[in-house]
């Protein structure tokens, strides 16, 4: 018996990084996922890998910032596995697509424009997408990735900051709004995660290790029983919520 057994749950930007170990996490105890990227080739590389592990897993080519994609999304997974219990908004414009880190002034109108696009109407439009059959049913949990760079305002990220902060004001109004349909609405934020360390050279991320009350290199599988809980029966009674899972640098 696992905790999630049956769940049908949707990750946004599942094919690598965070998304892909909530998506292997989420698998282990027993749910059906859908890792919908706009990388759809290493979407479909990743759900071949977790269903060659025995799980059952779909990917979808989604581009999170366009309507008629996330509707699609939502479709074809009421389509694959027949209704949609979970959705995880993980897709952003964070480690792996490239953006500008710089000062205000530097930062192109268009990029800041595109990181507000993705990291934040993708939520909305996920949501949105999911939200009709999740009300019909009366139930379904909404997971959305936001930043510890909320809480510290980190320097020369202020499109990427801001999206994040937006995440977590958005998490807010979606948890008043769906409680009483059976929707719960939470948030998680990570701290700096070496997902993609080919790109990122390891001391970026050690150099934060001193700021932590656990003094290592926080991983992807770090985030992974936080995305279970807000899963699983375990957090029914919790909505609108950010969990802050970076190691104890943002102490409340
Ligand atoms: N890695 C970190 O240090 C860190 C820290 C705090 C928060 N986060 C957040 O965690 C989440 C995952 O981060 P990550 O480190 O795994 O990032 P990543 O860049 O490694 O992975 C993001 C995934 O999203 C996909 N994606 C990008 N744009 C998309 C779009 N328009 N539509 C659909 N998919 C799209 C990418 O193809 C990729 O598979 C993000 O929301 C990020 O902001 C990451």
Do not use: W
Not at 118 to 133: E, I, M, T, Y
């Amino acid at each position: 018996m696992g905790r999630l057994d049956d769940r049908v749950i949707i990750v946004t930007g599942g094919a690598a990084g965070i998304g892909r170990a909530f998506a292997g996490g989420f698998v282990r105890e027993g749910a059906k996922v859908v890792l919908a990227d706009i990388n759809g080739e290493q979407a479909e590389r990743s759900a071949a890998e977790l269903r060659a592990e025995g799980g059952e897993a779909m990917a979808l080519t989604v581009d999170v910032s366009d309507q008629a994609q996330t509707e699609m999304m939502a479709s074809e997974t009421i389509a694959g596995f027949g209704k949609v219990d979970g959705l995880v908004n993980n897709a952003a414009i964070a480690i792996r697509v490239k953006h500008t880190r710089a000062p205000l002034e530097e930062i192109p109108l268009d990029e800041f424009d595109r990181m507000l696009a993705v990291n934040l109407k993708g939520v909305f439009l996920c949501c949105r997408a999911v939200l009709p059959a999740m009300k019909e049913r009366g139930y379904g949990k909404i997971v959305n990735i936001s930043s510890g760079t909320f809480f510290n305002g980190r320097e020369n990220l202020v499109h990427y900051v801001a999206s994040k902060g937006g995440v977590i004001a958005f998490t807010r109004v979606l948890a008043r709004e769906t409680g009483d349909a059976g929707v719960r609405v939470n948030s998680i934020a990570p701290g700096l995660t070496a997902s993609e360390t080919e790109e990122h050279d390891i001391e970026e991320f050690a150099a934060r290790v001193p700021n932590r009350a656990i003094k290592r290199i926080e991983m992807p599988e770090d985030l992974v029983g936080a995305g279970i809980f807000f899963m699983s029966a375990e957090s029914d009674f919790i909505s609108g919520q950010t969990l802050v899972v970076d190691g104890g640098v943002a102490v409340h």
